[in-house]
């Protein structure tokens, strides 16, 4: 069985790093991401809210590194809680537990780093073999010449 989640988005409020009783820390925070397709009607793409939180050395990255609006990839996996509200009732919350995170987006021009990535220039894509005629090779006719 897999549990894997990749995400994009912007977070919606700077992260609070927290400690758990044990010294362990710990952040929550939503982040807004984009559904994939685009109502025919010229409507904008819906939003979805997406908790979630990351433990020890990524949370301290994270409240290091992001703040509100900030563009944000999360590697990760979904788990549940179950919890009891105000008022009584059972609910069930999901969210994203992230093992990973990096920068959604370079660094601005003329502005404060929040972070010292640079973006990797990129050339044109080159072919992974050579197309040419080449005589190294034996050309072979039929699958009976094959050697399995």
Same mark, same amino acid.
């Given at each position: 069985?897999l549990?894997?989640?990749?995400?994009i988005?912007?977070l919606?409020?700077?992260?609070?790093l927290k400690?758990?009783?044990s010294?362990?820390a710990v952040?929550?925070?939503s /982040?807004?991401v984009?559904r994939?397709?685009?109502?025919?009607?010229g409507?904008?793409?819906?939003t979805?809210?997406?908790?979630i939180?990351?433990w =020890?050395?990524t949370a301290?990255? /994270?409240?290091?590194?992001? =703040?509100r609006?900030?563009? /944000?990839?999360v590697?990760?996996? /979904?788990?549940?809680?179950?919890?009891?509200?105000?008022d009584?009732n059972? =609910?069930?919350?999901?969210?994203?537990?992230?093992d990973?995170?990096?920068?959604g987006?370079?660094?601005r021009?003329?502005?404060?780093? =929040?972070?010292?990535?640079?973006?990797?220039?990129?050339?044109?894509?080159q072919?992974?073999?050579?197309?040419?005629?080449s005589?190294?090779?034996e050309e072979i006719?039929g699958?009976?010449?094959?050697p399995?």
């Amino acid at each position: 069985m897999l549990n894997v989640v990749c995400l994009i988005g912007r977070l919606g409020s700077d992260p609070e790093l927290k400690y758990t009783p044990s010294q362990v820390a710990v952040t929550n925070f939503s /982040i807004a991401v984009q559904r994939s397709y685009q109502p025919k009607n010229g409507q904008e793409r819906q939003t979805d809210w997406i908790d979630i939180v990351a433990w =020890r050395s990524t949370a301290e990255f /994270i409240t290091r590194n992001f =703040r509100r609006g900030s563009m /944000i990839v999360v590697h990760g996996s /979904i788990q549940t809680r179950s919890y009891t509200d105000k008022d009584g009732n059972k =609910r069930t919350a999901f969210e994203v537990v992230a093992d990973e995170v990096f920068f959604g987006e370079p660094k601005r021009d003329g502005g404060p780093s =929040r972070y010292d990535s640079q973006v990797p220039q990129f050339s044109e894509p080159q072919p992974a073999f050579s197309t040419a005629e080449s005589g190294d090779f034996e050309e072979i006719v039929g699958d009976d010449e094959l050697p399995f």
